[in-house]
């Protein structure tokens, strides 16, 4: 069901190199946690990957932005009252779908996603730094921006199950206006399958 795709993580001293946070994933929460010790975390005893589908449809607003269906979408939404012009959020985009994955129509996909007073409806502001690209699979990797990319299976990751993530992103945004309310949206989806978790 749609409420295993996600919780609340504290952590020391891990390879994602934060101590806490909220997590979203386009498989089961439980399924994030390492070692990284498979490659595309099937390892049931069945030998099925049937888990990877949580059940949840995709998300209009990603398919908008990659141009592509979305399927098993985790969302978290909330409203905030900002004290100043200006927010920043750190985030981490992981998936079980690197390196293998890499430049393939099956593009996991992260949006962070601001509304209100001076802004507009929507406005995507988890974006790769002087690039204006949404943060996927194909955007940042070994590959390409990869000084936001970590690669989380050589060495294998002891805490962390997937296979790469981002580091150093931040989600900002400015022109805010004081003392008024804002709607913040965190979005992620399986781009094109259902198959290989992200988070």
Do not use: M
Request: proline share 4%; hydrophobic share 30%; with cysteine.
């Amino acid at each position: 069901a749609c409420d295993s795709t996600y919780g609340y993580y504290q952590s020391n001293a891990t390879e994602l190199g934060t101590s806490q946070g909220l997590l979203l994933t386009t498989g089961k929460a439980l399924y994030a946690v390492g070692p990284n010790n498979s490659i595309g975390n099937c390892s049931t005893s069945a030998g099925t990957c049937d888990y990877f589908d949580n059940d949840c449809p995709g998300s209009p607003l990603l398919n908008q932005a990659q141009d592509r269906t979305t399927y098993d979408a985790t969302q978290f939404e909330f409203d905030i009252i900002p004290q100043g012009d200006s927010l920043r959020f750190k985030y981490t985009f992981a998936s079980e779908e690197y390196n293998e994955w890499v430049n393939s129509q099956f593009n996991d996909v992260f949006g962070f996603y601001i509304s209100g007073p001076g802004i507009g409806t929507d406005v995507n502001i988890a974006l790769i730094p002087t690039t204006g690209q949404i943060v996927a699979i194909n955007t940042v990797n070994a590959l390409t921006n990869q000084a936001f990319y970590y690669n989380n299976q050589n060495p294998l990751g002891q805490f962390v199950q997937y296979d790469g993530f981002t580091r150093n992103l931040v989600a900002k945004v400015g022109g805010l206006l004081p003392c008024e309310t804002y709607r913040l949206k965190l979005v992620i989806a399986d781009g094109t399958d259902h198959v290989y978790d992200s988070g």
